[in-house]
């Protein structure tokens, strides 16, 4: 069976099939009603049927309803001849991975958006399916500040999350290169730190240029619709604000930010290149405050309390040159008057104050794994990006980790060696080096690795201009990446990497479906390639776990 992820069990298949066409009714039980919406939204639209209310015990009736001896996102789905197809979920999640289990089983066709053969009746095969996620978190990070993603482009990507059974968007949202939330307390914010003057276009080594303004950034109602859309979903958005690094963009709004004894920030703009600005903020209480301002309408947008990980608030932290710290004497005079250990200190405890500022707030601070140095509050998560160390001292430390490592699910690296592969950045990612990744390091004891939330792929955008660019990038690996998040799968060396590729041979039908431009198996087609566009290709494999 074609299913991808992989499912746990699947009893069958028989010889009969069942039918779905406009006989079929739709039955909804209480907590399922996310789900009755989506199928009559989009497997409805596309095979072109109205799943119109009828009573349970319908012959030919599609039945979801929650049943509490499953975990809250495990389903089992029925397709039993004669008594209709049944999507039982432990919880209201469940239920909806179940129905995107449903749409693969009708095929490609339910990935469209209008039906291409009006009229005609569909059947499931008579089987059961059982399933559950290994890992709770499975995320994907989306960059939209190297390169603005408009909001209809974020909502295909949490579609396409939904028919992986993704369930977490980390949205990263402001770098040096731009600033893309309104804060409407700060209105520079998004009249200047959200666009820049030009683009380059490649590497930072590559002499070319985008001469243009680049930019753009999302209201508080397009982040409150993504939000609400994802929820419908059953997908959390964490949003990421980069502090104390990747700031330069807020310092070209907000002069008062940066280290103003050490540099003229009036003189900034919006960073145009790639690469780690020097330009990060000063620690003084005026950038502290008017974060806590930044944070407070961030959390007004990001509501906690949803389903999943609405608690999170991603500060970034990772990146952070300390060479303006020391030469400032204001910073200099932060670190005495605290008694910190030097710049390294300094960082610290900026992180340690916005994590004591979200927990007071109910919520929970995540960031990138050089958030470590120096300690944390016990509540803080890590994301665990420079390969399994800091996943690693994290989970022995007793705080909770996502797992992804730069050298394993950074999907802008290249996917091929060779010079047809466009903007070759990184390591050599293959589809089957992601398929074999392992997202539970070596050593760590079962407590520690209860500790492993689970994991996500990374989507960074300095090489990627457009929706095109990202669709190549991420696909066909996601698909990879969303079965080892999901499926509980043998060990790396033991996976059956052939049955994969014998699945995947159908789910690029239904990608075609969906209109996503995913690198072909065979290498990219013509107009996916980028000659003479400069990369960064890293030499020799990637560190061991």
Request: with cysteine.
């Given at each position: 069976?074609?299913?991808?992820?992989?499912?746990?069990?699947?009893?069958?298949?028989?010889?009969?099939?069942?039918?779905?066409?406009?006989?079929?009714?739709?039955?909804?039980?209480?907590?399922?009603?996310?789900?009755?919406?989506?199928?009559?939204?989009?497997?409805?639209?596309?095979?072109?049927?109205?799943?119109?209310?009828?009573?349970?015990?319908?012959?030919?009736?599609?039945?979801?309803?929650?049943?509490?001896?499953?975990?809250?996102?495990?389903y089992?789905?029925?397709?039993?001849?004669?008594?209709?197809?049944?999507?039982?979920?432990?919880?209201?999640?469940g239920?909806?991975?179940?129905?995107?289990?449903?749409?693969?089983?009708?095929?490609?066709?339910?990935?469209?958006?209008?039906?291409?053969?009006?009229?005609?009746?569909?059947?499931?095969?008579?089987?059961?399916?059982?399933?559950?996620?290994?890992?709770?978190?499975?995320?994907?990070?989306?960059?939209?500040?190297?390169?603005?993603?408009?909001?209809?482009?974020?909502?295909?990507?949490?579609?396409?999350?939904?028919?992986?059974?993704?369930?977490?968007?980390?949205?990263?949202?402001?770098?040096?290169?731009?600033?893309?939330?309104?804060?409407?307390?700060?209105?520079?914010?998004?009249?200047?730190?959200?666009?820049?003057?030009?683009?380059?276009?490649?590497?930072?080594?590559s002499?070319?240029?985008?001469?243009?303004?680049?930019?753009?950034?999302?209201?508080?109602?397009?982040?409150?619709?993504?939000?609400?859309?994802?929820a419908?979903?059953?997908?959390?958005?964490?949003?990421?604000?980069?502090?104390?690094?990747?700031?330069?963009?807020?310092?070209?709004?907000?002069?008062?930010?940066?280290?103003?004894?050490?540099?003229?920030?009036?003189?900034?703009?919006?960073?145009?290149?790639?690469?780690?600005?020097a330009?990060?903020?000063?620690?003084?209480?005026?950038?502290?405050?008017?974060?806590?301002?930044?944070?407070?309408?961030?959390?007004?947008?990001?509501?906690?309390?949803?389903?999943?990980?609405?608690?999170?608030?991603?500060?970034?932290?990772?990146?952070?040159?300390?060479?303006?710290?020391?030469?400032?004497?204001?910073?200099?005079?932060?670190i005495?008057?605290?008694?910190?250990?030097?710049?390294?200190g300094?960082?610290?405890?900026?992180?340690g104050?916005?994590?004591?500022?979200?927990?007071?707030?109910?919520?929970?601070?995540?960031?990138?794994?050089?958030?470590?140095?120096?300690?944390?509050?016990?509540?803080?998560?890590?994301?665990?990006?420079?390969?399994?160390?800091?996943?690693?001292?994290?989970?022995?430390?007793?705080?909770?980790?996502?797992?992804?490592?730069?050298?394993?699910?950074?999907?802008?690296?290249?996917?091929?060696?060779?010079?047809?592969?466009?903007?070759?950045?990184?390591?050599?990612?293959t589809l089957?080096?992601?398929?074999?990744?392992?997202?539970?390091?070596?050593?760590?004891?079962e407590?520690?690795?209860?500790?492993?939330?689970?994991?996500?792929?990374?989507?960074?955008?300095?090489?990627?201009?457009?929706?095109?660019?990202?669709?190549?990038?991420?696909?066909?690996?996601?698909?990879?990446?969303?079965?080892?998040?999901w499926?509980?799968?043998?060990?790396?060396?033991?996976?059956?990497?052939?049955?994969?590729?014998?699945?995947?041979?159908?789910?690029?039908?239904?990608?075609?479906?969906?209109?996503?431009?995913?690198?072909?198996?065979?290498?990219?087609?013509?107009?996916?390639?980028?000659?003479?566009?400069?990369?960064?290709?890293?030499?020799?494999?990637?560190?061991?776990?």
């Amino acid at each position: 069976m074609e299913l991808i992820p992989a499912p746990d069990a699947v009893e069958g298949p028989t010889d009969h099939r069942v039918p779905l066409g406009h006989r079929t009714t739709l039955w909804a039980g209480p907590g399922t009603e996310r789900t009755e919406r989506w199928l009559r939204a989009t497997l409805g639209a596309a095979l072109g049927l109205p799943l119109p209310p009828g009573p349970r015990d319908a012959r030919d009736a599609v039945r979801l309803l929650l049943d509490d001896t499953l975990e809250p996102e495990a389903y089992r789905l029925g397709a039993v001849p004669g008594h209709g197809i049944e999507i039982r979920g432990g919880g209201p999640a469940g239920v909806f991975w179940g129905a995107q289990t449903l749409r693969q089983l009708l095929g490609p066709d339910a990935f469209r958006r209008a039906p291409v053969r009006p009229g005609r009746t569909l059947a499931v095969p008579g089987r059961v399916v059982e399933d559950a996620p290994r890992f709770r978190w499975r995320g994907l990070l989306l960059d939209v500040a190297r390169h603005f993603m408009p909001k209809d482009g974020v909502l295909r990507y949490l579609d396409l999350m939904a028919a992986h059974k993704l369930n977490v968007l980390h949205l990263h949202l402001t770098d040096d290169q731009g600033w893309r939330i309104e804060i409407r307390r700060f209105p520079g914010l998004t009249e200047t730190a959200s666009w820049r003057a030009r683009t380059k276009i490649g590497h930072r080594a590559s002499p070319l240029w985008e001469e243009k303004p680049h930019g753009g950034y999302y209201t508080h109602d397009d982040i409150r619709e993504i939000v609400a859309y994802a929820a419908e979903r059953h997908i959390s958005v964490v949003p990421e604000i980069d502090v104390p690094g990747h700031s330069q963009a807020a310092v070209a709004a907000y002069p008062e930010l940066g280290n103003t004894d050490v540099v003229d920030t009036t003189a900034l703009s919006v960073w145009d290149d790639w690469g780690i600005s020097a330009n990060v903020l000063a620690p003084t209480d005026t950038t502290l405050r008017f974060y806590e301002g930044v944070f407070e309408e961030v959390l007004e947008l990001f509501p906690a309390g949803a389903a999943g990980f609405s608690e999170f608030v991603h500060i970034g932290g990772d990146e952070c040159p300390k060479g303006q710290w020391a030469e400032s004497v204001a910073a200099k005079t932060r670190i005495a008057d605290l008694g910190l250990a030097g710049e390294a200190g300094l960082q610290a405890w900026f992180i340690g104050h916005f994590d004591a500022w979200l927990a007071a707030r109910g919520r929970r601070l995540i960031g990138w794994d050089e958030i470590l140095e120096g300690g944390l509050a016990p509540g803080a998560a890590v994301s665990s990006w420079r390969g399994y160390a800091g996943g690693i001292a994290a989970a022995r430390a007793g705080h909770d980790v996502v797992m992804c490592p730069e050298q394993y699910v950074y999907l802008d690296h290249r996917q091929a060696p060779g010079e047809d592969e466009p903007v070759p950045i990184g390591y050599v990612r293959t589809l089957e080096d992601v398929y074999r990744f392992e997202p539970v390091p070596e050593g760590l004891t079962e407590e520690e690795a209860r500790h492993v939330l689970g994991t996500q792929a990374n989507l960074w955008t300095e090489v990627m201009e457009d929706i095109a660019r990202v669709d190549y990038q991420a696909f066909p690996r996601l698909a990879a990446f969303a079965e080892v998040a999901w499926s509980r799968l043998p060990a790396p060396a033991e996976r059956d990497f052939a049955d994969f590729e014998r699945r995947m041979a159908a789910h690029y039908r239904r990608l075609d479906a969906l209109g996503v431009g995913y690198r072909p198996p065979t290498g990219p087609r013509p107009w996916q390639r980028r000659p003479g566009v400069l990369g960064r290709p890293i030499e020799g494999p990637p560190p061991q776990r």
